[in-house]
């Protein structure tokens, strides 16, 4: 979309704003159905028995004059506990009648009546805390003992008892059988009753939760906001209503005030919830509902009237139009199925709250049955079905979060499981291509030589010893780099137990004696480092010492010493010594003149390269007694061949 | 190893020879007979068998790779026509696996082609004498195959599983280079009976003949009766 509006700006604009118009249309004429249906709905009359039980003539003493009325009647007073407007009336009772119980039934007044039959006192709806409320519109019945009723016309007189803030009501009458009229009270009594304290139960339990939601997600003020408002509405349907002019009255002006802050909270709640930016005076929403608070505190009946008439009722109204706004300008702008339903729920708390305003002006003529406070339940049905489908939205967006993730982490781990294979195979490809070099290397420099000195030798035609020397030790040193092919899984005795056959098997001609003594049981230390071209270093710088000994100090015997030795630090080490007791020699590498020959002397030097090699140490003692190699192996073998020259 | 006497008697031991290279053939026939062996010559497989079928050799000593033929065959066949017939292989170096090969069909020595001629004559007289000899790289290699690798290393298939952890340290012993004395010191054994182990570890590692084989594969479960 935003693409769309950078390539043709024009184009979609236009488009845009026919969308934005073509969507406001379409919600503006559901929420016009849905008022309609509201219309349809309210003036669907509450069940009422049968109209031969009906009882409309009355005479009414009001204020000391007397005139007949006809129910349902408003009075024009708004509060009258003194002087109560006496409404007297005569009703039919059939002595065949006597068999069953009559009962008289007032659907609906307001706000309290005394009901006497025959002079004497059979109700008092001020006993009934439920019927004390005017914005619930409770019914009362009455069995009238049968001993009061007498054979023909019988007298009912109905005291109605005002207080404030609504003037006084008293729907139709009817007297007649228990049994006709109480399933009437029965319904009546389920749907403006029952319902009600169900729906305040249920805003209990959407307030605890609620309340937790804020707790354990206190970046999201929304869900607190919320939990307060139905708070308040839990605590304005229990609390029992003050009848008498007493310090209750004080209790009855704030919880006429809890509704504009009831409201108020909603509103709140939905600028938050719809991720409005917090208006700069956003708290003066409250203001109202506060101001209505300090009234009922301190003022009088005629003010907390005035002021809840005037300020409270305006205020309510005002709130709910700016949350249809609200939430209007939402469903346009997200289109979601949350704010649509909550719009709708909106839309049917306005129209009866237009509906029961419309009752208290008198301007429509109905029988004052109030439903704000049975739509705001239904507004809270539409929040708590809306937060549900948003917390199963967010729990199924977490979900394909996590499900998108998994995937992600799988291919990378593919990806990179394919470039490890590529590196090890590369890695592979180069220690082989490294072992090869080193192969030929070591071939060369043995095997390549002693060929040659043999085909040197044939040439000259000298027949016999020298070309099977050369032969001999050819093939000693073939079968030197064979061997160090093998894996000796780093245990260096392994190449020492081939070293010394071929060693015997070397000496036994030259009836030299090799001792071999393993000065420790276990030999050397194992070194998991060890590599083949280590072992062909070592075993050429032994063989060597032993040519040495066997060529140029005339030895007769050869003591081949293993042992493992402990340095300082308590790391274990290995140490060869080769000894012979033959001739021994100077030894001065750094003067040649001095050197005993200079075959022995690129021996050594040989020998000194190879242990640099393998980071060993060499110390070679040579004296009249004798000489002796002693090889210091290192803690650890270098893993380069850094010092090959 | 001990040396042993050249001076001792030993008109009676008869040698086959087989071998296909003409001067190995010679080198080898020289140091023998000059031991006082009697040595009889084949190059190839036939005349070795038409040699098997007018006498039987107290020793056999053959190289594997014949022109007409495998050595193992012959082995093989030597085997199991004269179980009492010492059998040697003519190794070269570096084929350790070929030696191995041949003690699973029945070699209890082998011969390096290049060894001393006095080597040679001591090799066999030591062999008849009931001393099979062993190597350190082969003796490696039949230690590997006891270990429990994931991955067998390469080679032939070796069944170690009867060899006795003793025979296994001496094994690892002679892998190391120590001599028999000290392998005896080591594990508290007479020095003397350490040719013993070596010859039992090479019976051990022959698959004998066919009653065994059905034996082993009863033992295994892969056949049934």
């Not at chain 1, 409270?312 to 704010?339: C, F, H, M, W």
């Not at chain 2, 020879?17 to 084949?42: C, H, I, M, N, Y």
Request: aromatic letters at 6%; charged letters at 20%; one cysteine or more.
């Amino acid at each position: 979309m935003k693409d769309d509006v950078a390539a043709k700006p024009g184009f979609s604009v236009r488009q845009r704003r026919r969308q934005q118009a073509s969507r406001l249309i379409h919600y503006a004429l559901i929420q016009a159905l849905i008022v309609i249906a509201c219309i349809f709905v309210l003036r669907q009359s509450p069940p009422e028995p049968s109209s031969e039980y009906l009882v409309t003539e009355f005479s009414l003493k009001e204020g000391g004059a007397e005139h007949p009325v006809t129910l349902p009647h408003f009075t024009a007073s708004r509060f009258s506990m003194n002087d109560p407007p006496l409404y007297t009336g005569r009703f039919q009772w059939p002595n065949s009648e006597a068999q069953r119980a009559w009962s008289v039934f007032l659907p609906r007044f307001s706000n309290g009546v005394e009901v006497a039959v025959n002079g004497v006192v059979i109700l008092d709806s001020r006993r009934d805390p439920a019927a004390n409320r005017p914005d619930r519109n409770a019914p009362e019945i009455a069995v009238i003992p049968a001993s009061l009723l007498r054979d023909g016309l019988n007298n009912l007189t109905i005291r109605l008892l005002v207080w404030g803030p609504l003037t006084g009501f008293l729907d139709r009458v009817y007297v007649g059988p228990d049994e006709m009229l109480r399933p009437c009270y029965e319904q009546r009594t389920l749907l403006f009753v029952t319902l009600p304290v169900v729906f305040s139960a249920w805003q209990a339990i959407l307030a605890v939760i609620l309340t937790i939601m804020w707790v354990m997600r206190r970046h999201e003020p929304a869900y607190g906001v919320l939990a307060a408002a139905m708070a308040l509405g839990v605590a304005q349907a229990f609390l029992p209503t003050a009848v008498e002019q007493s310090q209750y009255s004080r209790l009855n002006g704030i919880l006429i005030a809890s509704a504009p802050i009831e409201s108020g909270f909603v509103l709140a709640f939905a600028l938050l919830l719809f991720g409005w930016k917090w208006p700069r005076y956003g708290l003066l929403i409250f203001a109202p509902g506060l101001l209505l608070v300090a009234v009922g505190l301190i003022g009088d009946q005629t003010l907390i009237r005035e002021s809840f008439l005037f300020l409270g009722v305006p205020t309510v109204g005002l709130y709910l139009v700016l949350l249809a706004l609200i939430v209007a300008q939402s469903v346009l702008k997200r289109q979601d199925v949350a704010s649509f339903i909550f719009g709708c729920a909106v839309t049917i708390v306005l129209t009866c709250w237009i509906h029961d305003l419309l009752s208290v002006l008198q301007i429509t003529p109905d029988r004052r049955i109030f439903v704000t406070r049975l739509s705001y339940s239904a507004m809270l049905v539409a929040i708590g079905a809306g937060l549900t489908w948003r917390f199963a939205r967010a729990l199924n967006q977490v979900d394909s979060f996590a499900g998108r993730l998994v995937t992600q982490v799988r291919q990378a781990e593919d990806k990179l499981k394919a470039s490890f294979a590529r590196e090890e195979e590369r890695a592979r490809a180069a220690a082989l291509a490294l072992e090869r070099t080193r192969l030929m290397r070591d071939l060369h420099d043995g095997l390549g030589g002693q060929l040659v000195s043999i085909v040197a030798l044939s040439e000259r035609g000298n027949a016999g010893a020298p070309i099977g020397e050369a032969a001999r030790a050819a093939l000693k040193d073939l079968r030197l780099v064979i061997d160090s092919m093998d894996d000796i899984g780093g245990d260096l005795m392994l190449a020492l137990g081939s070293w010394r056959e071929r060693a015997m098997a070397q000496l036994r001609p030259h009836d030299i004696a090799l001792d071999w003594h393993a000065l420790t049981p276990q030999g050397l230390p194992v070194h998991p480092e060890l590599r083949p071209w280590h072992v062909i270093q070592i075993v050429r710088l032994l063989d060597e010492a032993l040519t040495n000994a066997v060529k140029h100090a005339d030895a007769r015997r050869i003591t081949v010493s293993i042992e493992t030795l402990t340095d300082a630090s308590g790391v274990d080490y290995g140490r060869i010594t080769v000894e012979d007791n033959g001739r021994g020699f100077a030894i001065a590498p750094d003067d040649p003149a001095a050197a005993p020959g200079p075959k022995a002397a690129r021996g050594l030097r040989n020998m000194r390269s190879r242990a640099a090699r393998c980071g060993a140490e060499l110390e070679l003692v040579s004296g009249a007694g004798g000489t002796r190699v002693r090889l210091k192996l290192p803690r650890r073998f270098p893993d380069s061949d850094a010092a090959a020259g | 190893m001990t040396l042993l006497n050249d001076e001792r008697p030993s008109q009676a031991i008869t040698i086959l020879l087989v071998e296909d290279d003409a001067p190995t053939s010679w080198r080898l026939q020289d140091a023998l007979a000059k031991a006082g062996f009697q040595v009889t010559a084949a190059a190839t497989l036939a005349e070795a068998r038409a040699c098997l079928a007018q006498s039987s050799p107290r020793v056999l000593l053959t190289d594997l790779q014949l022109p007409d033929g495998h050595g193992v065959d012959l082995i093989r066949e030597t085997r199991e026509r004269f179980p009492d017939t010492e059998i040697m292989v003519i190794s070269i170096l570096g084929d350790e696996e070929s030696v191995i090969s041949a003690i699973t069909v029945g070699a209890t020595g082998y011969l390096l082609k290049d060894a001393f001629p006095t080597d040679i004559a001591a090799t066999v007289h030591e062999l008849v004498a009931g001393h099979s000899p062993i190597s350190a790289s082969i003796a490696r290699f039949i230690v590997r195959r006891t270990q429990n690798n994931p991955e067998p290393p390469p080679g032939p298939p070796l069944n170690t599983a009867k060899l006795t952890p003793r025979e296994i340290d001496i094994l690892w012993g002679i892998a190391k280079g120590f001599s028999y004395a000290e392998i005896a010191g080591h594990l508290g054994l007479s020095r003397q009976t350490v040719p013993g182990h070596i010859k039992n570890i090479y019976r051990k590692l022959e698959v004998h003949t066919r009653g065994e084989a059905v034996f082993e594969a009863l033992q295994q479960g892969l056949i049934r009766l």
